[in-house]
């Protein structure tokens, strides 16, 4: 009887205290990490595993939580708060959001069981490094496509563990092969040749001839040629894809008889994209931008389009991107690198540098044969408005079928807003090309063996643009994905409540110029800044409701607009890239010329706009000081050009 106690003892105690096996079978912790390495103090989600002795999760110990060391969480105003213990074991894992790593180690303990985790450690600049060094070597060397080559491949270094071969293996294998792969990029590559083919058929039936002397009939100045297409850019307002490849396309030949250099028209046609499409009631951006709004939980649901009109006002560097490219075309003046190829078209009727390398093949759209004016006009006066007519149906055609049931009775801005652009862009580049390619043959400009001829012309002119998009999109998605460059950043924005605004709008701007997407960069920081913008202007700041509303306000709009900015300044920005391509323009002398432009609105929408805006200014103070602040400056330094004196003049 003496050993009873001690039998009862020891079956109390296995009964109470979980062992690190089952059945005769050995448990084991794991940490399972989302990825085998960590940028800097960038987030990285965990799991932690009960696991038997072949590999899978174990249910046996559910309900208990796993002891955390060396990771945190970050709070809204910047601190790192401990992490103690991990969320419930369930079906022998418990899954941990979001943490950063303090240490070299990361242990895990439940009972007895242990495991450790030794991430390898990328310094959070590196993250910064590859469109850095592809803009500036851009920038520097004009060799576009080495350039961006080389900004991949040592972000792809990195992310490999400095091994040299390794990333040369997966940067072709792996980045460049996803980033073809995404359905949205191969949508945008096909209708950009597509379009180009389009182009090609209605310019050699002779089409852009007889369109370029109808305008020239109606519109003999250079101010009415650019103010015609700072218009078109406002009309085409509900996709800044469908803005830049129309209006670029539709204008080229005909500014180019008005010597508009193709650096200005690139100029106008980007600066009427995003801009315009960002601040419509109506486009394929709303809808993003709403749910950007909802996710980030400061508002309820119903009150979310509300939230979006409030901000509009806000929008400071869209509308005086806007309001520049009309101030730019009603003056003619110019001021920097823009002056300089505003001269050189005028003086010498270069439309493009010596050397230049358009984004689009000048030589596909010669005319074939002597086809008569009149005949040959029908061919654009038809394909454009029905393809303009197909982008809009596309659209709501899509977000007719995406809404489903709740179709019927959608408002319009509810349907563009749910709309797929890339489904609408394939079928109205295509079915232009076709229509085309149609009319040349029914109206005797073309036989069908050179039209088709014509329009695989066109496409091959865009190829070095499409080389240069892929190359684009790929460093940005490896900064997004691998480098975690936004996030990084944003982690580093903690001003006081009457700064955030102001804040916000550079890191925006700085996010979106490192990756090149206006989208991206508002999916990076509107969950971050729209929360932060609400905790500090709480109740406990102390402020003026006023003031408090016009931080929060100003916040989430100067999201969009630094979005916008940094996107007009980067090489990388597929909508730049695009502007180049529709105005065949060399893509290195549109970047040059555009940022100085894109600064001076920017500074702009920063000194009168953001900065005021944190301390209570209404927006529409802001906005009439910008404006006036612009003409201003464009007045000082900018100068017109006369053709044939050694200087502009005021």
């Known amino acids: 009887m003496r050993y009873c106690h001690q039998i009862l ?24 990490p989302a990825r085998a390495y960590v940028v800097g103090d960038v987030p990285v989600e965990l799991a932690v595993r009960v696991i038997g002795p072949d590999g899978q999760p174990r249910a046996e110990l559910d309900g208990q939580q796993v002891r955390l060391d060396g990771v945190a969480v970050r709070l809204l105003d910047g601190r790192l708060a401990p992490v103690s213990t991990s969320p419930p074991l369930k079906q022998g ?11 070299d180690t990361v242990v895990a303990q439940l009972g007895s069981l242990t495991a450790r985790w030794m991430p390898r450690r990328i310094p959070g600049f590196v993250c910064l490094v590859p469109p850095l060094v592809a803009i500036v070597l ?35 294998d792996r980045h460049i092969l996803e980033t073809v792969a995404d359905p ?25 001839e007889a369109l370029v002397q109808l305008l020239a009939g ?11 297409g700072w218009l078109l850019g406002l009309v085409i307002f509900f996709d800044d894809y469908a803005n ?28 009427t994209a995003a801009p315009v499409a960002t601040l419509a009631l109506v486009s394929t951006w709303i809808g993003y931008q709403l749910s950007q709004f909802e996710d980030a939980g400061v508002v309820p649901a119903g009150e979310v389009y509300g939230l979006f009109l409030h901000c509009l006002p806000y929008s400071f560097y869209s509308i005086f991107a806007i309001c520049f490219v ?53 061919v654009p006066v038809i394909v454009v408005p029905v393809m303009i007519a197909l982008v809009l149906y596309g659209l709501y055609s899509s977000g007719s079928s995406a809404l489903g ?57 865009m190829m070095m643009a499409l080389i240069i998009l892929v190359l684009a999109w790929t460093i940005g998605d490896l900064c997004r994905n691998y480098l975690f460059t936004g996030p990084w950043l944003v982690a580093r924005v903690h001003p006081s409540p009457h700064l955030v605004p102001a804040a916000v709008f550079v890191a925006s701007a700085v996010i979106s110029f490192s990756t090149g997407t206006s989208f991206g960069t508002m999916a990076i920081v509107i969950p971050v800044a729209a929360p932060m913008a609400w905790a500090a202007t709480g109740e406990a700041a102390g402020l003026d409701p006023a003031v408090a509303e016009a931080i929060r306000y100003a916040t989430l709009a100067s999201v969009l607009s630094g979005a916008v900015f940094g996107d007009h300044c980067s090489p990388l920005s597929d909508t730049t890239i695009l502007s180049s391509i529709a105005s065949a323009a060399d893509h290195i002398d549109h970047v040059r010329t555009q940022a100085p432009y894109a600064v001076l609105a920017a500074a702009t929408a920063l000194v009168t706009g953001y900065l005021p805006a944190g301390f209570g200014m209404p927006p529409y103070v802001s906005l009439a000081g910008g404006v006036v602040l612009l003409v201003a400056v464009l007045y000082l330094f900018g100068k017109r050009i006369s053709p044939s004196s050694e200087c502009g003049h005021d």
Not at 155 to 170: I, Q, Y
Not at 335 to 360: C, K, N, S, T, Y
Request: some cysteine; glycine content about 10%.
């Open 326 to 378: 009309f101030l730019v075309a009603a003056s003619e003046r110019d001021f920097g690198p823009m002056l300089a190829a505003e001269r050189r078209a005028i003086r010498e009727g270069r439309v493009l540098r010596d050397g230049a390398v358009p984004l689009a093949d000048p030589d596909f759209d010669r005319r074939e044969g002597q086809s008569s004016s009149r005949r040959a006009l029908a």
């Open 405 to 461: 049931r709740a179709a019927h009775g959608a408002s319009l801005r509810d349907v563009l807003g749910n709309a797929d652009p890339y489904q609408a862009l394939l079928w109205a580049s295509f079915g232009a090309g076709f229509l085309a390619i149609a009319l040349s043959r029914l109206l005797g400009l073309l036989s069908v063996a050179k039209a088709v001829e014509a329009w695989v012309a066109g496409c091959r002119s």
């Open 184 to 208: 949205s990029h191969a949508a945008v590559l096909l209708f950009t040749a597509a379009l180009g083919g389009m182009i090609g058929v209605v310019s050699r039936s002779g089409g852009m």
């Open 218 to 228: 109606r519109v003999r100045s250079r101010k009415g040629g650019m103010l015609s």
């Open 9 to 32: 003892a020891l079956a109390l105690l296995t009964v109470l205290v979980p062992l690190p096996h089952c059945c005769g079978e050995e448990l084991r912790l794991q940490i399972v």
């Open 93 to 103: 894992t418990a899954e941990l959001g979001p943490v950063i790593v303090e240490s």
């Open 138 to 172: 851009a920038l520097l060397t004009r060799e576009v496509l080495i350039s961006l080559f080389v900004g991949i491949y040592l972000g792809v270094f990195a992310v490999e563990g400095w091994d040299a071969v390794a990333a040369l293996w997966r940067t072709l």
């Open 244 to 271: 830049c490849l129309l209006v670029g396309a539709t204008l080229r030949p005909f500014t180019d008889k008005l010597r508009i250099s193709r650096e200005k028209l690139s100029f106008i046609v980007d600066s």
